[in-house]
């Protein structure tokens, strides 16, 4: 059972390019999320979804997309990177069924935009 | 909107002492969390609590929940180094949306 799988774990990217950071979870949680760590902060949400098909904003969504086709993958795409965008970006998904909704966090991707 | 403040933000304190770290939020949340995380790597759940007056404990953490006073603390007793990490609070807002706290970073000395 591998959990929340992200993929890369480190990327370089040059400011206005494109990418798309890979998350996928093998234990049919419904819900899904994509949160940045940046010094200080603590995470902050930049979008969720609670089923697929089915996406909404947090609390940072500006330059970030997201679509959830199937209940396993959750990609987030940065369509022209700042430098503003680097940071340490997790991805979590949890489980409503057992009542205690705990998220299981994947283990990072660590993005520099020069 | 839900805001949670943490405190203290950073935490040095010698093995064997007792500290306790804070978390205040701002609206009613029926769900609160504690997770751990090493320099470097993912954040790992340490507890849930979901009603007034939980505690939990798992070795020398305990955590608590007061849900009238909108306070949550984790209480760390007789420190010891590998206890050093950042401990994170988060609660939450409707069924699915949670909001964390900033983190405090524990430093044990020996």
């Known amino acids: 059972n591998a959990g929340v799988t992200q993929t890369p774990k480190f990327q370089v990217l040059k400011t206005g390019q494109s990418m798309t950071l890979q998350c996928a979870q093998d234990?049919?949680?419904?819900?899904m999320s994509w949160y940045r760590q940046d010094p200080g902060m603590g995470l902050r949400l930049i979008h969720y979804?609670?089923?697929?098909?089915?996406?909404d904003q947090g609390e940072v969504p500006n330059g970030y997309n997201v679509s959830r086709s199937t209940t396993e993958d959750f990609p987030l795409r940065l369509l022209s990177a700042a430098p503003s965008q680097t940071s340490v970006y997790f991805c979590?998904?949890?489980?409503?069924?057992?009542?205690?909704?705990?998220?299981?966090f994947g283990a990072g991707t660590r993005l520099s935009v020069l | 909107e839900l805001k949670v403040e943490q405190n203290p933000l950073f935490l040095s304190m010698q093995e064997g002492k007792n500290y306790t770290i804070y978390c205040n939020y701002s609206?009613?949340?029926?769900?609160l969390y504690w997770y751990r995380q090493d320099p470097g790597k993912s954040l790992e759940s340490l507890f849930v609590?979901?009603?007034?007056?939980a505690v939990k404990q798992e070795g020398r953490l305990m955590a608590s929940l007061d849900t009238k006073a909108r306070l949550s603390t984790l209480h760390i007793t007789a420190a010891v180094h590998d206890l050093s990490a950042t401990y994170f609070c988060?609660?939450?807002?409707?069924?699915?949306?949670?909001?964390f706290g900033t983190g405090t970073r524990l430093k044990v000395l020996a």
């Open positions: 988060a609660v939450l807002s409707g069924t699915y949306k949670y909001i």
């Open positions: 234990m049919n949680h419904e819900y």
């Open positions: 609206t009613t949340s029926d769900r």
């Open positions: 979804s609670v089923g697929a098909g089915i996406t």
């Open positions: 609590l979901l009603s007034n007056g």
């Open positions: 979590a998904s949890s489980y409503s069924g057992t009542g205690e909704n705990i998220q299981y």
